[in-house]
């Protein structure tokens, strides 16, 4: 799938009064320019992809806002044949946390869990996965800030969790892989983002 045609899907599943097409629009934005910027630095990743992924990322809150939306917009976009772009629904939902770990410290069934993995082609981690995650972690609704900001205002919209203290863990591991890929800190190379906001629908 293509920028342009993520971007129109994006339109399309956006309804009257909400904001998650804007906020994944940020996401894309911040997705974009770490892989650029890992582009840069000598690295191999899909840019295209990764800037898709992240517009994508939560196309699932058009079906529904709840915790296995990451789920729903994967098996969405795999049924319109782009399951590659659905990998960043996977990604931003899953943080890194290894099939063990999500079978231990979520609700869910061992054999979802099994079936949610089954789906990770290839099965390993990888750095655009980290690029992807930790773009999500840097957009406060709809506006672009540091993953400690984003975090600390989740714990205070949420409320303190085991699943939300150790998002911010994988978030900080995240961004300590990224920097030595980069030879740069996450926060040099995102700083002229911070507190670009795209106006949330009232």
Known sequence: MSPQEALRLLDQRAA???????HSRQV?????????ALVDAGHSVDVERLYVQGLLHDV???????PLHGWTGYVYLRSLGAGEAGRGCLAHWLKGRDEAEMA???RLSPAFVSRVYGELQPAAWSIEDSVLSLADSC?????????????AELLQRYGDSRW?????????LQAEELAAALRASVHEVLA???GDALAAVA
Do not use: C, M
Request: charged share 20%; no cysteine.
């Open 16 to 22: 009257p009064g909400e904001n998650w097409h804007l």
């Open 28 to 36: 894309g934005k911040v997705a974009l320019v770490l892989g650029r």
């Open 60 to 66: 699932g809150r058009s079906f529904n806002h709840g």
């Open 104 to 106: 231990a410290t979520s």
């Open 139 to 151: 957009v406060r609704h709809t506006t672009i800030v540091t993953f400690d900001e984003r975090h």
């Open 164 to 172: 939300l203290r150790r998002a911010g863990e994988l978030a900080q």
């Open 192 to 194: 002229p983002l911070y």
